[in-house]
């Protein structure tokens, strides 16, 4: 005997150990792309790629608020130059002409290859002298004051057409020289990050830089603009969302789980009024935690925070266990936690195994998030139920007893005796709520992926804000260009460029993106280089189109060696843009996806947003697919929210199976699901009267209930009626409701929604089955 | 004798002290009066890439203290508002905001006009030496650049008026090119 409660310590002893050996090497996540689906047709994989780290992921927006426009302006500048030298940045633009040095020579020196006003027709006599005289012309317009410098050179105007086809309709206002909002009170920078938006390491280092520079700056400048003691920085932009998201979630997570824990502690303490009682009661649940992190962590190779936060409520259910074993074994000592497991130890291995039951629908869901919440708390109630059964016993000292709670449990008897008079509320309040439900006819679930969003809502806002103001590519539309490699892309894209120009022009959008502006394809740049003459043939043509022009043929003579130096150049290719802001730009254009090429060209919606139905009737015939990615991040979001609506009916049918097996009677069957039934039917239903939709998160909560309500209704359902038991049911479910309901408080709205449906629902269901039980002699 | 003297003196008294008392102030005092004004103008520009000087036309608009508006109409059009310290340029159906301080050529022309329109001495004396010279009936404003970044693009503006009226902006810049408009106010 001593040997084997030797052995069964030692082994968990062992498996503690291993444990925390491996806890120390888990690594935690709190990417909430763990909570996009796992995607699996193409259109919907750009759409996570994007997400988690396309072009858009990585921008930026920041803005300066406070002190006055020129501290902000100089604020900006120095700023950006300072940013500028640091290798986080791609990109760092703040409407400071001359920022993009580099990108505008490039550009320039590879205007014949990039303009698509560079014919063979253009470079005739006829094309020459009309394209000379339309720029000489321009000379006298104010603009004239900077194409001057460029005419020598640029004579057919070619950067003019460059700047016209890259810019939109509108561009950022520009206050005291740099970016500003449009009400003149605050300084805008875009910045693109090196780091993927979804590396929130490398975006919270970034921001924190960004921060840094932002104060060094500020303080450097406060010894001209005093006023910049007011100034503040905002930043949004997707990178900057994950990286607050995380903090709060982090911050969620270990303020609920050490809230919750002070309160399971104090109830327990109350309950038992020794430490050392309550220190052996929590033994379980530490080790199901444990198991849960160490099974997440092997699982899955990462555990997200958004799980380890969710752990304060496997606390409050593991802790059930040992408050069982100590109440219901009674003041008896040892000896009775014998007599416990053989008379409870059924009822409670029933309860565990509808609970873990309902936690493997779970895993099976698209969603990483999900399965981990699955296997944690599988592998958490499981561990904490196997050591309560066959280690805390032995871990009970001798003459070990909890003190004497038979007053309480009386009165606690008392109270529901009176409470079941009330029987017949019961199956009322489910018909009640059940009509409710079919009266209301609201659409119970919503389906718009933004409910799970730990963004909030003020976040969003100034992220719209700023975007508006800046003109910065909203991550709403995008037209899909695809073929077998980036040439056929890049042909398809460059016939679609008419098309898509008269849109802008009718006014269906503000402009697009499109990577063959930069990056034309070797078909058309091939083009345009044989169109241009050679050097004694253009010599000709200009003696001839330059008569009765104002102009010497000499002062051509850069254009001349201009147009035969684009004639030797090689072409254009993703190479010759390394190491400027534009690889960037194309890297964000140009993806390649499972052996498919593809150019994605982000649509900047007009001032009235777009009219996406006659956008599609435009351009409907059109070889290209347009995504909205709100919409199909939400179409995706629906098909999951189904997926987890059939998963979440499988676990709860598993559950039934379970108890129909083995209570083998309809009879009883019945009784243990009335009011795991009407709980979740009244929990739906007070949801939608004060307002809400479902999400997926309260679809699991309501999973949650039959998980959990099943381990409470199975005791009505046994013959074993103490008072004790209903004392120890009710402690234990407060523990529960300790965890749950406090998540219900979480400003992360995935835990708020698994704790407004779980918490409450709990308590129904206990108190349902309690109020149902006809057991006479309690 | 002496009294025919102090007489002709007492008359002379009025025209030299309006002579004297024509400074800076006092014109850029009456150019302030007007708060909103019209005008056509043609414009002569003689650069050293062409063999003969261009022309252009159309007109402006004046909206004290801060809104001036240059609007081409020949031979395209083409129009340039200046509001505030922002520039926006408006052709072929696209807008380009501009930060001024960054086209010194056309800062010169737009903001020295609306300065001295506006009759900000401050403004004024922040960017340019000024000279003035002439009556309150027919006077030349010269404006010289004082930031080296500035003088490097433009050399020199003058601008002549009669009275509270601009007659002629003349802009030399630095490169030897040379613009003249000629200003003639609409009828109001």
Same mark, same amino acid.
């Given at each position: 005997?001593?040997?084997?409660?030797?052995?069964?310590?030692?082994?968990?002893?062992?498996?503690?150990?291993?444990?925390?050996?491996?806890?120390?090497?888990?690594?935690?996540?709190?990417?909430?792309?763990?909570?996009?689906?796992?995607?699996?047709?193409?259109?919907?994989?750009?759409?996570?790629?994007?997400?988690?780290?396309?072009?858009?992921?990585?921008?930026?927006?920041?803005?300066?608020?406070?002190?006055?426009?020129?501290?902000?302006?100089?604020?900006?500048?120095?700023?950006?130059?300072?940013?500028?030298?640091?290798?986080?940045?791609?990109?760092?633009?703040?409407?400071?002409?001359?920022?993009?040095?580099?990108?505008?020579?490039?550009?320039?020196?590879?205007?014949?290859?990039?303009?698509?006003?560079?014919?063979?027709?253009?470079?005739?006599?006829?094309?020459?002298?009309?394209?000379?005289?339309?720029?000489?012309?321009?000379?006298?317009?104010?603009?004239?004051?900077?194409?001057?410098?460029?005419?020598?050179?640029?004579?057919?105007?070619?950067?003019?057409?460059?700047?016209?086809?890259?810019?939109?309709?509108?561009?950022?206002?520009?206050?005291?020289?740099?970016?500003?909002?449009?009400?003149?009170?605050?300084?805008?920078?875009?910045?693109?990050?090196?780091?993927?938006?979804?590396?929130?390491?490398?975006?919270?280092?970034?921001?924190?830089?960004?921060?840094?520079?932002?104060?060094?700056?500020?303080?450097?400048?406060?010894?001209?603009?005093?006023?910049?003691?007011?100034?503040?920085?905002?930043?949004?932009?997707?990178?900057?969302?994950?990286?607050?998201?995380?903090?709060?979630?982090?911050?969620?997570?270990?303020?609920?789980?050490?809230?919750?824990?002070?309160?399971?502690?104090?109830?327990?303490?109350?309950?038992?009024?020794?430490?050392?009682?309550?220190?052996?009661?929590?033994?379980?649940?530490?080790?199901?935690?444990?198991?849960?992190?160490?099974?997440?962590?092997?699982?899955?190779?990462?555990?997200?925070?958004?799980?380890?936060?969710?752990?304060?409520?496997?606390?409050?259910?593991?802790?059930?266990?040992?408050?069982?074993?100590?109440?219901?074994?009674?003041?008896?000592?040892?000896?009775?936690?014998?007599?416990?497991?053989?008379?409870?130890?059924?009822?409670?291995?029933?309860?565990?195994?509808?609970?873990?039951?309902?936690?493997?629908?779970?895993?099976?869901?698209?969603?990483?998030?999900?399965?981990?919440?699955?296997?944690?708390?599988?592998?958490?109630?499981?561990?904490?139920?196997?050591?309560?059964?066959?280690?805390?016993?032995?871990?009970?000292?001798?003459?070990?007893?909890?003190?004497?709670?038979?007053?309480?449990?009386?009165?606690?008897?008392?109270?529901?005796?009176?409470?079941?008079?009330?029987?017949?509320?019961?199956?009322?309040?489910?018909?009640?709520?059940?009509?409710?439900?079919?009266?209301?006819?609201?659409?119970?679930?919503?389906?718009?992926?933004?409910?799970?969003?730990?963004?909030?809502?003020?976040?969003?806002?100034?992220?719209?804000?700023?975007?508006?103001?800046?003109?910065?590519?909203?991550?709403?539309?995008?037209?899909?260009?695809?073929?077998?490699?980036?040439?056929?892309?890049?042909?398809?894209?460059?016939?679609?460029?008419?098309?898509?120009?008269?849109?802008?022009?009718?006014?269906?959008?503000?402009?697009?993106?499109?990577?063959?502006?930069?990056?034309?394809?070797?078909?058309?740049?091939?083009?345009?280089?044989?169109?241009?003459?050679?050097?004694?043939?253009?010599?000709?043509?200009?003696?001839?189109?330059?008569?009765?022009?104002?102009?010497?043929?000499?002062?051509?003579?850069?254009?001349?060696?201009?147009?035969?130096?684009?004639?030797?150049?090689?072409?254009?290719?993703?190479?010759?843009?390394?190491?400027?802001?534009?690889?960037?730009?194309?890297?964000?254009?140009?993806?390649?996806?499972?052996?498919?090429?593809?150019?994605?060209?982000?649509?900047?919606?007009?001032?009235?947003?777009?009219?996406?139905?006659?956008?599609?009737?435009?351009?409907?015939?059109?070889?290209?697919?347009?995504?909205?990615?709100?919409?199909?991040?939400?179409?995706?979001?629906?098909?999951?929210?189904?997926?987890?609506?059939?998963?979440?009916?499988?676990?709860?049918?598993?559950?039934?199976?379970?108890?129909?097996?083995?209570?083998?009677?309809?009879?009883?069957?019945?009784?243990?699901?009335?009011?795991?039934?009407?709980?979740?039917?009244?929990?739906?239903?007070?949801?939608?009267?004060?307002?809400?939709?479902?999400?997926?998160?309260?679809?699991?909560?309501?999973?949650?209930?039959?998980?959990?309500?099943?381990?409470?209704?199975?005791?009505?359902?046994?013959?074993?009626?103490?008072?004790?038991?209903?004392?120890?049911?009710?402690?234990?479910?407060?523990?529960?409701?300790?965890?749950?309901?406090?998540?219900?408080?979480?400003?992360?709205?995935?835990?708020?929604?698994?704790?407004?449906?779980?918490?409450?629902?709990?308590?129904?269901?206990?108190?349902?089955?309690?109020?149902?039980?006809?057991?006479?002699?309690? | 004798?002496?009294?025919?003297?102090?007489?002709?003196?007492?008359?002379?008294?009025?025209?030299?002290?309006?002579?004297?008392?024509?400074?800076?102030?006092?014109?850029?005092?009456?150019?302030?009066?007007?708060?909103?004004? %019209?005008?056509?103008?043609?414009?002569?520009?003689?650069?050293?890439?062409?063999?003969?000087?261009?022309?252009?036309?159309?007109?402006?608009?004046?909206?004290?203290?801060? %809104?001036?508006?240059?609007?081409?109409?020949?031979?395209?059009?083409?129009?340039?508002?200046?509001?505030?310290?922002?520039?926006?340029?408006?052709?072929?159906?696209?807008? %380009?905001?501009?930060?001024?301080?960054?086209?010194?050529?056309?800062?010169?022309?737009?903001?020295?006009?609306?300065?001295?329109?506006?009759?900000?001495?401050?403004?004024?004396?922040?960017?340019?030496?000024?000279?003035?010279?002439?009556?309150?009936?027919?006077?030349?404003?010269?404006?010289?650049?004082?930031?080296?970044?500035?003088?490097?693009?433009?050399?020199?503006?003058?601008?002549?008026?009669?009275?509270?009226?601009?007659?002629?902006?003349?802009?030399?810049?630095?490169?030897?090119?040379?613009?003249?408009?000629?200003?003639?106010?609409?009828?109001?």
């Amino acid at each position: 005997m001593i040997q084997r409660r030797g052995l069964i310590v030692g082994v968990w002893l062992l498996a503690l150990v291993l444990g925390l050996a491996l806890l120390t090497r888990a690594r935690f996540s709190a990417d909430m792309s763990a909570f996009l689906p796992a995607a699996p047709s193409a259109e919907q994989q750009i759409l996570v790629d994007q997400l988690k780290d396309g072009t858009v992921s990585r921008l930026m927006l920041v803005g300066i608020t406070g002190a006055s426009s020129d501290a902000r302006a100089e604020l900006s500048r120095r700023l950006a130059a300072r940013l500028r030298t640091s290798h986080d940045f791609a990109s760092v633009a703040n409407g400071e002409a001359g920022g993009f040095e580099r990108e505008r020579k490039l550009l320039f020196d590879n205007r014949y290859l990039l303009s698509p006003a560079v014919t063979s027709q253009r470079f005739s006599t006829a094309g020459l002298h009309a394209a000379i005289a339309d720029s000489i012309a321009a000379l006298a317009l104010p603009s004239g004051a900077w194409t001057k410098a460029l005419l020598p050179a640029d004579p057919t105007g070619e950067t003019l057409q460059l700047i016209d086809m890259m810019s939109g309709r509108d561009s950022a206002t520009i206050s005291d020289g740099v970016w500003a909002s449009r009400d003149g009170k605050e300084a805008l920078l875009m910045l693109y990050t090196r780091a993927a938006g979804s590396d929130t390491d490398a975006q919270e280092a970034v921001l924190a830089r960004l921060n840094n520079d932002f104060a060094a700056v500020r303080a450097e400048l406060l010894g001209h603009y005093q006023v910049l003691a007011g100034a503040r920085l905002q930043a949004t932009g997707p990178g900057v969302f994950g990286v607050e998201a995380r903090e709060r979630i982090r911050g969620e997570a270990l303020r609920f789980s050490i809230l919750g824990s002070l309160i399971i502690v104090a109830l327990l303490w109350s309950v038992y009024r020794s430490w050392r009682v309550l220190l052996l009661g929590l033994v379980p649940v530490a080790s199901g935690v444990l198991a849960g992190v160490v099974a997440v962590s092997l699982g899955f190779g990462m555990v997200h925070a958004i799980t380890v936060g969710f752990g304060v409520t496997l606390i409050g259910e593991a802790v059930d266990y040992s408050i069982y074993l100590f109440i219901q074994s009674g003041a008896g000592g040892v000896g009775s936690a014998r007599e416990w497991q053989r008379r409870f130890w059924p009822t409670i291995r029933l309860g565990v195994l509808t609970s873990v039951c309902g936690f493997a629908a779970l895993l099976f869901s698209g969603f990483p998030g999900l399965a981990q919440l699955g296997l944690y708390s599988i592998a958490g109630l499981a561990a904490a139920a196997l050591v309560t059964r066959w280690v805390l016993p032995l871990l009970l000292p001798a003459g070990f007893a909890v003190r004497d709670l038979s007053v309480l449990a009386e009165r606690l008897a008392w109270g529901l005796r009176c409470l079941r008079r009330l029987r017949a509320l019961v199956p009322v309040l489910a018909l009640l709520s059940l009509a409710l439900l079919i009266v209301l006819r609201q659409p119970l679930w919503n389906h718009d992926l933004a409910a799970l969003s730990p963004v909030p809502a003020e976040q969003q806002r100034l992220d719209a804000a700023l975007r508006a103001e800046l003109g910065a590519p909203d991550v709403r539309y995008l037209a899909v260009v695809s073929g077998a490699d980036r040439e056929a892309v890049l042909r398809e894209t460059e016939r679609l460029a008419p098309k898509l120009d008269a849109l802008v022009a009718r006014g269906l959008l503000a402009g697009y993106e499109s990577p063959s502006r930069y990056l034309p394809s070797q078909a058309a740049q091939a083009a345009r280089q044989a169109s241009l003459p050679d050097e004694t043939t253009l010599r000709a043509r200009l003696a001839t189109a330059l008569a009765g022009q104002p102009i010497q043929p000499a002062k051509l003579e850069p254009f001349v060696a201009a147009v035969e130096a684009a004639r030797q150049a090689p072409l254009l290719s993703p190479a010759s843009f390394r190491g400027t802001s534009l690889a960037l730009l194309l890297d964000g254009l140009l993806v390649e996806q499972g052996g498919r090429n593809l150019a994605l060209l982000p649509l900047r919606a007009p001032a009235g947003g777009i009219d996406a139905a006659a956008l599609s009737k435009a351009l409907s015939g059109a070889p290209l697919q347009l995504v909205d990615l709100k919409t199909a991040s939400n179409r995706l979001y629906g098909a999951y929210l189904d997926e987890a609506i059939h998963l979440v009916g499988f676990g709860m049918l598993a559950i039934v199976l379970l108890l129909a097996l083995a209570l083998r009677s309809p009879a009883k069957l019945g009784r243990a699901l009335l009011p795991l039934v009407t709980a979740v039917l009244v929990v739906t239903a007070g949801h939608l009267l004060v307002g809400g939709t479902l999400n997926l998160l309260h679809l699991v909560g309501l999973l949650l209930i039959v998980a959990i309500g099943s381990n409470y209704a199975l005791f009505f359902v046994g013959s074993e009626r103490s008072a004790s038991v209903l004392l120890s049911l009710l402690i234990a479910n407060l523990a529960t409701l300790a965890g749950f309901g406090l998540l219900a408080f979480s400003s992360v709205p995935v835990l708020a929604a698994l704790g407004s449906t779980a918490g409450p629902g709990a308590l129904l269901a206990l108190l349902f089955a309690a109020v149902l039980d006809r057991h006479e002699d309690a | 004798m002496t009294r025919r003297f102090l007489a002709l003196l007492l008359c002379a008294l009025p025209l030299m002290a309006s002579a004297a008392d024509f400074d800076l102030d006092r014109l850029l005092g009456q150019l302030a009066q007007t708060r909103s004004a %019209h005008a056509t103008f043609t414009e002569k520009q003689y650069l050293t890439l062409l063999d003969k000087p261009l022309e252009s036309s159309g007109e402006l608009a004046y909206e004290a203290p801060g %809104h001036l508006e240059k609007r081409t109409l020949q031979p395209k059009v083409e129009s340039l508002v200046l509001d505030g310290g922002t520039l926006t340029v408006e052709r072929g159906g696209k807008r %380009h905001v501009l930060k001024l301080q960054d086209y010194p050529e056309i800062a010169a022309f737009i903001d020295s006009i609306r300065a001295t329109m506006a009759g900000d001495r401050r403004a004024l004396e922040a960017a340019y030496r000024t000279e003035l010279d002439g009556r309150y009936e027919r006077w030349t404003l010269q404006l010289t650049p004082t930031a080296p970044k500035m003088l490097a693009k433009v050399s020199r503006v003058k601008i002549s008026g009669v009275r509270a009226d601009l007659r002629q902006i003349e802009i030399v810049q630095a490169d030897g090119d040379r613009s003249v408009m000629s200003i003639a106010r609409a009828a109001p």
